[in-house]
Structure formats: C-alpha cells, structure tokens
C-alpha cells in the first residue's frame, strides 16, 4: 500500500500539510481526553482544512483558481494559528509549540506559493 507521502513526495506543501493535519487530528484527540471538546473540535476542523484546499488545489480550474484555492488554505492557517496560540496560553492545556513550528513552515511556503503564482498570471 502506498502513502500519502510516498505518492505525493515531489509535492512539499501537500506532504507538510498532511502530515501536519495528522498531528493536529492527534492533538485535537488529547483535547477530547480532557475533555476540551469546543477547542479541540475548532482546531480540527480548520487544520485539517489547510491540507485539503491544498490538495483540491492541484486540480484547479485555471491559475486564478489555484490562487483563490491557496489563499482558502491561507485563511485556515491564520485560524488555526490563533487556536494554537489560545491552547499554548490556557491553563490545563497541552502545549501546541510544535505543531505552532510545523504551522509557520506551511504558512512561509504558502505565502511564497500565492506570490509566485499571483506574479504568474
């Protein structure tokens, strides 16, 4: 059986993302075993999205969509960043410094993404 990122190993920002979503899916588990349900369910919702904008952007209709695409996936980072940065400042809270780490390295390539793209067209 082939993997994720086996299959899309030339592809940095669709690996980072899912792998990235793999860990938000964990973290946002360790929320629900303390019982954090509203958090837990706002950081899985929008980081996991970050990811799939990204893949459904590989299929985009022209180079415009591709950008808008992109720029959805942008907005979910912000969000997601902002629930990062409120578990990392609770009480009671499991730290969320790593993920923050994986976050800011999808959020650098894909303001360089949107840039080159918009540049392009």
Request: some cysteine; charged content about 30%.
């Amino acid at each position: 059986m082939i993997t994720f990122s086996e299959k899309y190993s030339d592809n940095t920002i669709l690996v980072k993302s899912f792998e990235f979503a793999k860990n938000i899916v964990e973290y946002g588990e360790k929320l629900e075993s303390i019982r954090k349900f509203v958090v837990a369910n706002q950081v899985l919702k929008s980081g996991t999205s970050i990811g799939a904008n990204i893949k459904e952007a590989q299929n985009a209709e022209s180079k415009a969509d591709f950008v808008h695409k992109m720029k959805i996936a942008m907005k979910e980072a912000e969000e997601t960043e902002f629930w990062l940065f409120l578990c990392n400042e609770l009480n009671n809270y499991p730290s969320a410094e790593k993920l923050l780490a994986e976050l800011f390295d999808i959020i650098k390539i894909l303001n360089k993404i949107i840039s080159t793209s918009k540049r392009n067209t």
